[in-house]
């Protein structure tokens, strides 16, 4: 059985001793004790447990850690820099766009995901590309909201 | 106000809030009993600042909420406040409602705050976080206490400095001298003793009208801790030496073991196998080992046949109810003549509506860790009942409720859902046997499978009405969803309203609004089937049967935001909806698109209109109706819970559907601010008018009257 050792994972090396098939969410929560990212569903449905490899969303409950181990890994965690918020997660707090927030670090990870990959995201592009995490409380319209917003802010920070 | 609403004082709100039958009864081996050798295990998630002087309010009951100001409130030297209160944060940001109410009262910035919430060692006792309470109940407590530590606070320094109190205010966590201008901080008041004063009997509380932190929008406390990943759920709950614990399930629901065998788990290094009554679970070093046991117990199960959901309401219909349990208690209203009012009516109807069970599926499942420490138990948890949970594991562990610790962090939501105590007693079980901490998280699908159900209902409804759309006889029967919101709002002269218990296939339990949801469904429904027979508009129609002003006020708001009047596009259809229930007065007016030729069904447009009194916090508020809107629009239009023989067929997200991104409309929140009434609670009355408004405009749209819910699970199958 493939043993991996160590993760790169918000810019730092972390030591492990995962299996290979281990998934990348339980390492991460019950290894490494980093539990901003959630178990929601186990099946890849739900949103919650969403990470950045390499840049871009995961689903780290259905993803391998064998699959992830020479990569950039992202959590929640990382994402400010120091006590700067990334405007992603500025713009959630500013839009309220949480209830019970337990949806909240996947839909920020998700939607940073998109603005890296396309930062004039229309609304219906942000819509269609968040379809895949589940708010239950129902704070949608406000999620939409607040990518918007971050997108804005992202764009002035550029010019 | 019309006698039905006089009802509503005389119920019981929380009657049908249920407690589900205990899951476990264990024969516990005696030799289990076991202290702890090994001392100083290190207890995260426990605030610096708890006291055990605030013990003293925690083990009293309901009938006696301390009325001492030290059980709800400290002030630390350093002038942080700390309030404490039995309410649990699930989402429904009562952390910042009631820290407004705290610091509009006591005159203390808002981040001078902060709550220990649902903690039964530290926090007065509190029935539980349902009922939509927590605005008319612990808010208007929080709000005396405040204004009793202020009040106190003021005579301190008046004594201290030997001046007239009347020379006194308070203000920015400082005691001021209007005359000397000399000020002294809360905190170098007090110096970290207790304000033992009582609360008085009477103290005037800051009217509506005049607040200044309270009434005005105000983010989530906390929140950065949420949008960085901080923030510490039940699930995320960790203690040293912690392991991991999994439950194994029978096959079919009321199943008994017939055989078991656990010896290939026993083998595996550091797993824990417990075998008690019929609860049989695994604790290891981990959830994969755990699983991996877990996987290696070989177990056959014994069950009855048992009906399947498409059997369902005939189920419901012909079994009354036999037993004793919280649904079994039959509720009757009669007032008039029925039997005269339907002889001499110009029109008589009668209807049946459905609505299928529903799960809560709350984002984060159950989840609990639990640590004994001699005879001591202690378990972080989440649930809307921290103090009902210490009852189900002081009675399961057959000791004391004192020796029993629950604490609440603030949870993955709730909605009902999590009133019980079966993860907290699976994660004691096993730490017991393991004598080391275990956390017992479950999966989706036990989520899904092991948890409880929003009732099913059976809904008939018949009337007696004059040639001018007048009601003149009202009957109405549910079957077993509950009474909750079954009484009608609109003034009719003769009424016969009953819920009759009945037998149930699934476990079922509370969920947001109870049985308000179906009751109104049923009535709104069916209201709008009368205005039609009558060939009335269906605002008029409902305008001319109800003289209740409150609601007349947000059906008219709703129907105004939303443009009832105007032009329809081609496919779209109009509908309403709305009613009355724990303080709470809603409309909703929905638009709905019909393809005719897919039978797809889309709502565009939802406009809710809502008035519960005095708005504590506004942009709360808009989240809460927004929110609530949309988890209605599931439960509305696709979601249902399917069964056979014991079983669930669609437990988990990519089976059973629940609302994303793209069923979301446009959502559009009218709020009515009636300063002159005292605030109540919005988290659930909040939804019942969405599936009637969208039923009536898929009827609108189509011509098609759908009478079950969900109302198009499948698409709109048209004739």
Excluded at chain 2, 175 to 190: C, F, H, M, Q
Excluded at chain 2, 301 to 308: A, E, R, T, V
Excluded at chain 2, 638 to 655: C, P, T, V, Y
């Amino acid at each position: 059985m493939a043993t991996v050792r160590q993760l790169n994972i918000n810019g730092r090396v972390y030591d492990t001793e995962a299996d290979a098939d281990a998934s990348l969410l339980f390492v991460l929560r019950d290894h490494l004790d980093l539990t901003g990212s959630k178990y929601g569903c186990g099946e890849g449905q739900c949103g919650a447990c969403t990470v950045l490899v390499d840049g871009k969303s995961r689903r780290s409950c259905i993803t391998r850690v064998g699959d992830v181990a020479q990569k950039q890994i992202t959590t929640i965690e990382g994402l400010a820099q120091g006590d700067r918020l990334h405007p992603v997660q500025q713009a959630f707090l500013d839009e309220g766009a949480m209830q019970c927030a337990y949806c909240t670090s996947g839909m920020i990870m998700t939607a940073v995901s998109l603005l890296n990959a396309k930062r004039d995201s229309s609304a219906a592009e942000i819509a269609r590309s968040m379809e895949g995490n589940i708010c239950r409380c129902g704070t949608q319209p406000r999620i939409l909201l607040a990518v918007q917003r971050a997108a804005k802010a992202m764009n002035e920070s550029k010019q | 106000m019309s006698t039905q609403f006089d009802l509503e004082s005389a119920w019981e709100p929380e009657r049908y809030e249920l407690a589900a039958a205990p899951t476990y009864h264990f024969d516990i081996d005696r030799r289990e009993f076991f202290r702890f050798l090994g001392a100083g295990v290190l207890i995260v998630g426990v605030l610096k600042e708890a006291r055990a002087l605030q013990e003293s309010g925690a083990n009293q009951g309901a009938a006696s909420l301390p009325k001492e100001i030290s059980a709800w409130l400290h002030i630390g030297e350093d002038g942080r406040i700390t309030v404490y209160t039995g309410k649990v944060e699930v989402g429904q940001n009562i952390r910042t409602s009631l820290t407004q109410a705290v610091a509009e009262e006591l005159h203390v910035p808002v981040d001078a705050i902060h709550l220990v919430m649902g903690d039964t060692k530290l926090t007065p006792y509190d029935r539980g976080t349902f009922g939509s309470r927590t605005t008319p109940d612990m808010n208007l407590q929080l709000r005396k206490v405040a204004a009793a530590a202020r009040d106190t606070l003021i005579v301190l320094a008046a004594d201290q400095w030997q001046v007239d109190r009347k020379r006194l205010t308070a203000a920015d966590g400082k005691i001021r001298d209007s005359e000397s201008k000399r000020t002294v901080e809360y905190g170098a008041l007090v110096k970290g003793k207790q304000l033992t004063e009582a609360l008085p009997a009477e103290d005037p509380l800051i009217p509506a009208a005049q607040w200044k932190v309270a009434g005005q929008p105000l983010p989530k406390v906390d929140g950065r801790d949420f949008v960085t990943g901080k923030h510490r759920y039940p699930s995320d709950q960790k203690l040293p030496d912690m392991l991991y614990g999994k439950v194994l399930r029978p096959s079919f629901f009321g199943a008994t073991l017939s055989s078991l065998n656990t010896q290939d788990a026993e083998k595996i290094p550091g797993v824990v196998v417990v075998h008690d009554g019929n609860f049989v679970g695994v604790a290891a070093p981990s959830a994969e080992i755990a699983s991996r046991a877990l996987a290696t117990i070989r177990a056959e199960w014994k069950s009855q046949p048992q009906i399947s959901n498409k059997e369902l309401f005939a189920y419901l219909k012909n079994n009354p109810a036999q037993g004793s349990g919280p649904l079994d208690s039959p509720f009757r209203y009669e007032i008039g003549s029925i039997d005269k009012a339907f002889a001499s009516a110009d029109h008589r109807l009668q209807q049946t509506y459905t609505t299928n069970y529903i799960a809560h599926a709350p984002l984060e499942p159950r989840a609990a860790l639990a640590q004994w420490s001699g005879d001591d138990l202690t378990v972080w948890t989440g649930t809307q009942r921290p103090f009902g949970v210490r009852e189900e594991l002081a009675q399961t562990f057959h000791m004391p409720e004192e020796r029993v610790r629950v604490l609440m962090p603030d949870m993955g939501s709730g909605y009902g859902g999590k009133h019980t105590g079966e993860t907290a007693i699976e994660a004691a079980r096993l730490a017991r046997a393991a004598k080391r901490p275990v956390k017992v998280m479950w999966t989706r699908e036990e989520e899904f499978t092991w948890a409880y159900f929003r009732p099913a209902a059976v809904i008939d409804v018949s009337s007696a009405m004059r040639q001018d759309g007048k009601i003149t006889g009202w009957e109405f029967h549910n079957y077993n969803s509950g009474a909750a919101g079954i009484p009608t709002f609109y003034d009719i002269e003769n009424q016969r309203i009953e819920f009759h218990p009945t037998r149930y296939p699934l476990r079922q339990g509370s969920y947001r609004a109870l049985a308000a949801t179906a009751n109104h469904f049923a009535r709104e429904s069916y209201m709008d089937e009368l205005a039609h027979l009558v060939k009335m508009d269906p605002l008029e129609f409902r305008l001319k049967n109800l003289k209740n002003e409150r609601l007349r006020a947000v059906f008219e708001a709703a129907a105004r935001k939303f443009g009832w009047e105007q032009a329809k596009t081609m496919g779209h259809g109009f509908g309403m909806g709305g009613g009355f229930e724990k303080g709470g007065n809603v409309a909703t007016c929905a638009e709905v698109v019909v393809d005719r030729k897919s039978g797809e069904v889309k709502v565009v447009r939802l406009v809710t209109a809502f008035e519960c009194g005095a708005i504590v916090n506004p942009d709360g508020l808009r989240n809460q109706l927004e929110g609530a809107n949309i988890m209605a629009l599931g439960g509305a239009l696709f979601e249902a819970i399917e069964f056979a023989n014991g079983q669930i067929l669609n437990g988990r997200f990519s089976d059973y559907r629940v609302p994303r991104f793209s069923d979301v409309p446009v959502i559009e929140t009218v709020m009515i601010d009636r300063k002159d009434i005292p605030s109540a609670g919005a988290g659930e009355s909040s939804l019942m008018g969405v599936a009637p408004a969208i039923a009536n405009a898929i009827f609108d749209a189509s011509g098609m009257r759908l009478r079950s819910l969900p109302l198009v699970a499948n698409g709109l199958q048209i004739a």
